[in-house]
């Protein structure tokens, strides 16, 4: 395993706390498997449509499988709200401390939002916690707040807002068409007795359940990879700064860059900044094949040179569909050179979330199903609701995007209520959003707080 051979240059105490780190990483997301089961399984356990036991374990594969299928382009969001920089110092004791307060940070607060049953967003926690640790660094290199990429932090916190509105803005409309299309009470009404549904109905929110499942391993798989990876870049930015595995790596960028200066030229674009950047990619890159060839003590250089040239490149691209269409595939080729992440930690964030989809549901079902509405859930409002929560993840997985499971089906299941005139719980509601509000200053705090101290002490 390519973990084991990087990992055996570094200094045993080094080798320790990086093993504790991939633990608590691991464990962070193994937490937001069974924190966020809930958002799959509520449907179908309360209209009685599977047993609980079958309906997490089914929910888990199903989480197992969206992450191994889901790509890797949301991780890179995450990873890239806080330079990596703040990573790369002669001084591994603060790249430790840093990444460990973020970790412990974020699993203090999903644990006690789970322990109280609190359906509260893991990215939100994620994301808060990264923030934390990358604002107090700034303020005591008295950078002031430039230490974070805030350009992509204003894109996540964009789509972490409004996709819990459009949950319930179309959760709402889906429930009003499927009224006036299906005209059959049963869907509309709560069970009596506890009574199963309509074997079509149970069919679909089987289905639904599984689409919500595979949506969120997809999307928030995709953090936990983001997490994963900060990690090593931390530890181990010689082996994990560009993708050094891939023999041809090296051609392939070089190649690209040189596709891209040609197309800047032929579209009569001389912009001096791009064009500096892109020789000095090539000048790195001359005559090697793989990555592997740049010097250990020039690969972080060089990575960051590459970085720099794919966000101006990017800007650019967005200038015109022309633009776009001849840069896309060459900045897709020299973004593979820095963004990969190993097979191995794809593997083990899957089983940690899929196995901790299958535990410690039973507190945020709860809260999800009974105290959201004012009535049992219906068949008809965990149909909708589960679809739109699939649809919507699965958009912001194409869209490149982190967004919240907890918050889309909450709202989701909220929009259902008022359009179907359930009536929702204010008090419950007021829980949930106040939770919703406070998990980004929380967890910020937290790790904020957490990085202080360890960074005097240690």
Not at 15 to 20: D, G, Q, R, T
Not at 187 to 194: G, I, K, Q, V
Not at 329 to 343: A, T
Not at 407 to 426: D, F, P, R, Y
Request: aromatic share 8%.
């Amino acid at each position: 395993m390519d973990l084991i051979t990087s990992a055996s240059s570094l200094p045993t105490i080094t080798l320790f706390f990086l093993v504790i780190a991939l633990v608590i990483a691991f464990g962070f997301e193994f937490i937001n498997g069974f924190h966020d089961t809930a958002n799959a399984v509520t449907t179908v356990i309360y209209t009685k449509s599977l047993p609980a036991t079958p309906a997490v374990i089914y929910s888990g594969f199903l989480n197992f499988l969206g992450v191994m299928t889901g790509g890797t382009s949301v991780a890179f969001s995450i990873v890239n709200l806080l330079p990596v920089d703040l990573l790369i110092d002669n001084n591994n004791g603060k790249a430790l401390v840093m990444v460990l307060s973020l970790l412990i940070g974020g699993i203090i607060w999903n644990l006690g939002t789970w322990f109280i049953g609190l359906p509260v967003s893991t990215s939100h926690t994620l994301i808060g916690s990264i923030l934390g640790v990358g604002i107090v660094n700034s303020l005591m290199n008295g950078n002031g707040l430039s230490g974070l990429n805030w350009s992509q932090v204003v894109t996540v916190m964009i789509a972490l807002v409004i996709s819990p509105l459009i949950g319930f803005a179309l959760a709402a409309v889906g429930m009003l068409i499927m009224k006036l299309v299906i005209r059959d009470e049963k869907l509309y009404t709560p069970p009596l007795d506890n009574s199963p549904p309509p074997s079509w109905i149970r069919s679909v929110l089987i289905m639904t359940c599984g689409g919500v499942s595979f949506a969120h391993g997809s999307n928030d798989g995709q953090k936990g990879m983001g997490l994963i990876l900060l990690v090593l870049i931390g530890f181990m930015p010689v082996y994990y700064a560009m993708d050094i595995h891939d023999h041809q790596k090296a051609k392939t960028c070089r190649e690209a860059v040189v596709n891209v200066k040609q197309a800047l030229e032929q579209a009569k674009i001389s912009d001096a900044s791009i064009l500096t950047q892109a020789d000095q990619v090539i000048e790195n890159l001359e005559g090697k094949t793989s990555l592997e060839e740049v010097p250990s003590d020039k690969r972080w250089e060089v990575r960051k040179e590459i970085y720099v040239l794919v966000v101006a490149l990017e800007k650019l691209q967005k200038s015109s569909p022309e633009i776009k269409k001849t840069l896309y595939p060459q900045i897709s080729v020299i973004k593979s050179s820095i963004e990969f992440i190993p097979l191995w930690v794809i593997v083990g964030v899957a089983l940690a979330l899929g196995i901790g989809t299958t535990i410690g549901y039973k507190r945020i079902v709860i809260t999800v199903a009974e105290k959201i509405g004012k009535s049992h859930l219906t068949f008809g409002q965990g149909a909708v609701a589960e679809s739109v929560t699939a649809l919507t993840i699965l958009g912001a997985v194409f869209f490149h995007l982190p967004v919240s499971t907890t918050h889309v089906l909450s709202s989701g299941i909220a929009g259902t209520m008022v359009a179907n005139k359930s009536g929702v719980q204010l008090e419950t509601c007021q829980k949930i959003l106040l939770a919703w509000v406070f998990t980004f200053p929380a967890s910020m705090t937290l790790s904020g707080i957490m990085f202080l101290v360890g960074h005097f002490v240690f």
